[in-house]
């Protein structure tokens, strides 16, 4: 993987860039839709590729090692031949997923043993086999394992978790230096930096991540409960430790808003479910604020869902339609909402890319963060 810094903004530290994998080039900063089982829930591969233009997509380790399964996985020859996706994959650990089954999930020094949500079997995942489990799952950027702890941690539980994880990470970059890719492109680990909302334990963990020179880092272990306050500023403080020439990419974060002071911030690549979760329940993300399109005001509105829109879905579909769809539990209705917020999301990072390049990005975002906020 290459990574290119293009241009960074004069009153802000947001920048663009061009990340080339062997499944395509990626224009940064960035959204990801995600994919958690191999599909970005309800959309067509042609409608992520041709209409929501996604440059890359999200699969999850945990998720896609119970359900198909790593046989079928390799027998497929990779998830993007499985899945029929032709463009770059990045495939979080699972990390997030066993630490949230809190119930259900025992921790130790060599890896952490659950039992899955589907039915009850017990797993154990270790650092090394994540790495293994990733090469045969085939993203083309991988997460390392780690252990993502509550917003609301105390110091001393976020520092013990920290250092397992820093242990860990170790682990992972070993195995991976180790291994081959199985399908015949590169591969490449991204390594996830914790800390909670410790400045110390944050800047401790971009130093450790740092000196093992990967091709990017990841932020973990933010919007898990702490106040919006403290993420902006953890970020803050990784990306002064982080090296300039490489991507971050913060993990599962989030409201447009959030997008736009992250990139402010440094930052390169997002993802979320809230474009899709949110949908499917009737929130429409647009440049001039948000709808709840359930609500009774909408009942009789036959204008587009979004006069502004960049999809197809926007000037096809009244919000009159679409109110109905969704209070008849139609899956027409999630599936028109999923499909415009996706695209309403890359058309946001577009657009900060471009006020990037001109150096109007700082006045651009002021006036977008007041107007994305608003409830239409």
């Known amino acids: ?11 802000s530290s947001a920048r663009t860039g061009e990340l080339t994998t062997d499944h395509g080039k990626i224009q940064t900063p960035i959204f990801m839709p995600v994919g958690t089982l191999g599909s970005v829930k309800g959309v067509h591969q042609r409608e992520l590729r041709d209409d929501i233009n996604a440059e890359i997509i999200l699969g999850n380790t945990y998720h896609l090692y119970l359900r198909p399964g790593l046989d079928v996985l390799e027998k497929a020859g990779g998830l993007h031949k499985f899945n029929g996706w032709d463009r ?32 009850g079997s017990k797993h154990f995942f270790t650092p090394e086999n994540v790495m293994d489990i990733q090469r045969t799952i085939g993203a083309d950027i991988i997460m390392a394992f780690d252990e993502c702890p509550p917003g609301t941690s105390t110091y001393e539980y976020a520092k013990t978790s920290l250092e397992l994880t820093q242990r860990w990470l170790e682990r992972c970059v070993k195995r991976f230096d180790e291994t081959e890719s199985k399908y015949g492109y590169s591969q490449t680990l991204f390594p996830i930096i914790q800390g909670c909302v410790y400045n110390d334990l944050r800047i401790k963990a971009a130093e450790h991540a740092a000196s ?16 919006v306050e403290d993420m902006y500023s953890m970020i803050e403080v990784v990306n002064e430790v982080l090296p300039k020439d490489k991507p971050r990419y913060l ?22 479910v809230m474009p899709t979760r949110n949908g499917r329940n009737g929130m429409i993300f647009t440049s001039e604020g948000i709808i709840n399109i359930k609500n009774k005001k909408w009942h009789d509105d036959f204008s587009p869902i979004d006069p502004n829109g960049t999809s197809y879905v926007d000037q096809a579909y ?4 679409v109110r109905h769809l969704i209070h008849s539990g139609e899956l027409l209705g999630s599936q028109i909402c999923s499909i415009h917020n996706l695209a309403f999301y890359l058309w946001l990072v577009r657009e900060a890319r471009e006020h990037i390049n001109a150096g109007t990005f700082a006045s651009w975002k002021e006036i977008m963060v007041k107007k994305l906020a608003a409830r239409l």
Do not use: W
């Not at 959030?258 to 390169?268: C, H, M, Q, T």
């Not at 009244?318 to 339609?321: G, L, N, P, Q």
């Open 1 to 11: 993987m290459d990574f290119k810094l293009l241009n960074t903004d004069t009153k």
């Open 88 to 119: 770059p994959i990045l495939t979080d650990s699972g990390g997030f997923q066993v630490f949230s089954l809190a119930e259900n999930r025992k921790l130790s020094e060599e890896g952490a043993m659950f039992r899955s949500h589907i039915d």
């Open 212 to 227: 093992l020179n990967r091709e990017g880092y990841a932020i973990g272990g933010l919007a898990v409960g702490e106040p």
């Open 251 to 272: 993990m599962g974060v989030g409201t447009p808003v959030n997008i736009l002071e992250a990139i402010s911030r440094g930052v390169d690549m997002f993802d979320c």
């Open 318 to 321: 009244s919000k009159a339609y």
